[in-house]
T-cell receptor
Framework: NAGVTQTPKFRVLKTGQSMTLLCAQD?????MYWYRQDPGMGLRLIHY???????AKGEVPDGYNVSRLKKQNFLLGLESAAPSQTSVYFC??????????????FGQGTRLTVV | DQQVKQNSPSLSVQEGRISILNCDYT??????FLWYKKYPAEGPTFLIS?????DKNEDGRFTVFLNKSAKHLSLHIVPSQPGDSAVYFC??????????????FGQGTTLQVKP
């Protein structure tokens, strides 16, 4: 039982390049999330999904796109990377949307540097 | 607008003593609160939670207290151990966010427990 797995763990991009971060969960969770962590800012929600085929914007969605074609996978795309997107990205999943069901399980993170 | 605030970026305590981590919130609609622990190069892991219908929840060495009138919660670790050294995030959920599972995170507090 792997939980939440993120690929890759590290990446360096040049400004303007594109990439996709992959997230896979094996807990049959309905809800999935992408967060970014920046110093002094905590964890900020980029996009989320409440089920297969659905996506929605979080707090800081600009410059990112997502897709949830399969229940177990949630992809985060950067179409044209900018230095402001240098961050640590975390994928998470949860069983439901209320109370203890919101306990989110996190992946190990992807450290992205845009130069 | 930071709805969940952890005003102390860092805390240092001696092994065996009590660690108290604080969290304030501004949205009175929050009804569920969670604490996460994060080691370097790992994703956050769930530690303990509390519903707004309670004022205390205990799990081993960890106790969370909720003061709704003050919009304040705290995490007590007794006794503190060097392995508790990590970043601690508090997070909140509200009925308005139910159905999305979205959690609002604080900025985090880095706890150092000295042997």
């Amino acid at each position: 039982n792997a939980g939440v797995t993120q690929t890759p763990k590290f990446r360096v991009l040049k400004t303007g390049q594109s990439m996709t971060l992959l997230c896979a969960q094996d807990m049959n969770h309905e809800y999935m999330y992408w967060y970014r962590q920046d110093p002094g800012m905590g964890l900020r929600l980029i996009h989320y999904s409440v089920g297969e085929g659905t996506t929605a914007k979080g707090e800081v969605p600009d410059g990112y796109n997502v897709s949830r074609l399969k229940k177990q996978n949630f992809l985060l795309g950067l179409e044209s990377a900018a230095p402001s997107q240098t961050s640590v990205y975390f994928c998470a999943s949860s069983y439901g949307g209320q109370g203890l069901n919101t306990e989110a399980f996190f992946g190990q993170g992807t450290r992205l540097t845009v130069v | 607008d930071q709805q969940v605030k952890q005003n102390s970026p860092s805390l240092s305590v001696q092994e065996g003593r009590i660690s108290i981590l604080n969290c304030d919130y501004t949205n009175s609609m929050f009804d569920y609160f969670l604490w996460y622990k994060k080691y370097p190069a790992e994703g956050p892991t769930f530690l303990i939670s509390i519903s707004s219908i309670k004022d205390k929840n205990e799990d081993g060495r960890f106790t969370v207290f909720l003061n709704k009138s003050a919009k304040h919660l705290s995490l007590h670790i007794v006794p503190s151990q060097p392995g508790d050294s990590a970043v601690y995030f508090c997070a909140a959920n509200s009925p308005l966010l139910s159905g999305t599972g979205k959690l609002i995170f604080g900025q985090g507090t880095t706890l150092q427990v000295k042997p």
